[in-house]
């Protein structure tokens, strides 16, 4: 198509603002990969709290070439990740950048972008399945996912779930305080019910999950825990049935991923005893696409493409997506599986949803 036929269809200017936003994007990919090279070489840690430095100063100490990482901060300084001061030559990472990037916070993004790039690993298994079908097994993807998912995780485990997610649901709290029997679904590694065993010594705990290298990762977490005691991990598919009876179940950004999402919400359900309650953390989405627009919907979509959609397509299953067990749909299957009410728990973050849901 020449200038002058895409000039019959939109104006040039309309099509070199577009090109502008899809230069900022294309931009914000290689930031993000710059980003993930800081948190890997550890020069973000080096960089926080740190009085401004010199690329040689911050090669000297963190053991990398200088040239690579004079290179690197006039890539964070470009985009603003880190400010520099031309007089010095000293590059500075603000103090309101340090919990994003360089520290132990609720929003702390480092896992996230190893995450993401553990995701590169799968692109051409699932280009296949968009031509083919099925999906790809949760066995294809590598330590860097794995990994990287546990320490974004981590900040909303370690700085919220029982500072404000479990406070915020009374009830709950007091049947923790009292040594309730609890099981987290879908576990992965442990992080939570660790969280919730450390906090809530009474109580005996279990994490289920039918990836056997993420309990493997969860049992010895525990030990290095201490709390081995009284949380244990099992390999079990929930679909077919929860075993034991429990006080509260709780899944974290499980049921939208899951083969069988109805099956293992009647599983939960059965598995509740009669003052039981189910607290699910899950995507802050909407049923309704124009209320996902915007770049946290965007990136909603891509992850499901990435891991959550196919994942479950992988093995044939229902494939809800990440935003498919939004608060429509949560109060809808919940109800098909026989829960009596579903709370929708006010927390404030845009990531997720926290729902106390009641027998």
């Given amino acids: 198509m020449t200038t002058a036929e895409i000039t019959v269809e939109a104006s040039a200017a ?20 710059m980003a993930m090279l800081g948190d890997r070489l550890g020069l973000w840690r080096a960089l926080a709290h740190s009085d401004p430095v010199t690329s040689a100063e911050l090669a ?39 919990p994003v ?36 097994p949760l066995a294809a993807y590598g330590e860097d996912w794995w990994q990287g998912l546990e320490r974004f995780t981590a900040g909303s485990f370690d700085h919220l779930l029982t500072q404000v997610w479990v406070p915020a649901m009374p009830q709950v709290y007091a049947k923790l305080a009292l040594g309730a029997q609890v099981a987290d679904v879908g576990c992965g590694r442990g992080r939570a019910l660790i969280g919730l065993a450390r906090a809530f010594p009474a109580g005996r705990y279990v994490g289920f999950d039918v990836h056997p290298e993420s309990i493997a990762a969860a049992r010895a977490a525990a ?17 077919a049935g929860i075993p034991g009876e429990y006080d ?3 899944t974290f950004d499980v049921i939208h991923d899951l083969v069988e999402p109805a099956a293992v919400l009647k599983a939960i359900r059965g598995a509740l005893r009669p003052a039981g309650h189910y607290v699910c953390v899950d995507i802050n989405a909407s049923h ?72």
């Fill in 223 to 239: 030990v290095e825990a201490g709390v081995a005691d009284r949380v244990r991990f099992e390999v079990c598919d929930a679909a």
């Fill in 60 to 98: 000297a100490r963190t053991g990398t070439g200088e040239r690579y990482v004079r290179e690197w901060l006039s890539s964070m300084a470009s985009h603003g990740y880190l400010t520099y001061d031309e007089s010095t030559g000293r590059f500075t990472l603000p103090a309101e950048h340090v």
């Fill in 101 to 136: 990037l360089a520290a132990d916070s609720p929003v702390y993004f480092g896992g996230l972008h190893q995450a993401l790039y553990g995701l590169t690993g799968v692109l051409g298994q699932v280009t296949e399945a968009f031509r083919v079908g099925g999906g790809v």
């Fill in 248 to 250: 509260v179940v709780t």
């Fill in 14 to 33: 309309a099509v070199e603002e577009f090109a502008g936003r899809v230069t900022g994007d294309t931009s914000a990919w290689m930031v993000t990969t």
């Fill in 288 to 359: 309704h696409l124009p209320d996902n627009a915007g770049p946290l919907g965007a990136y909603f979509y891509g992850i499901s493409i990435l891991y959550c959609l196919t994942t479950s397509l992988a093995q044939h299953g229902a494939g809800l997506g990440t935003c498919g067990f939004n608060e429509h749909t949560a109060r809808e299957l919940c109800t098909r599986a026989g829960f009596g009410s579903v709370t929708k728990v006010e927390i404030g973050n845009p990531f997720n949803n926290l729902y106390e849901i009641t027998v």
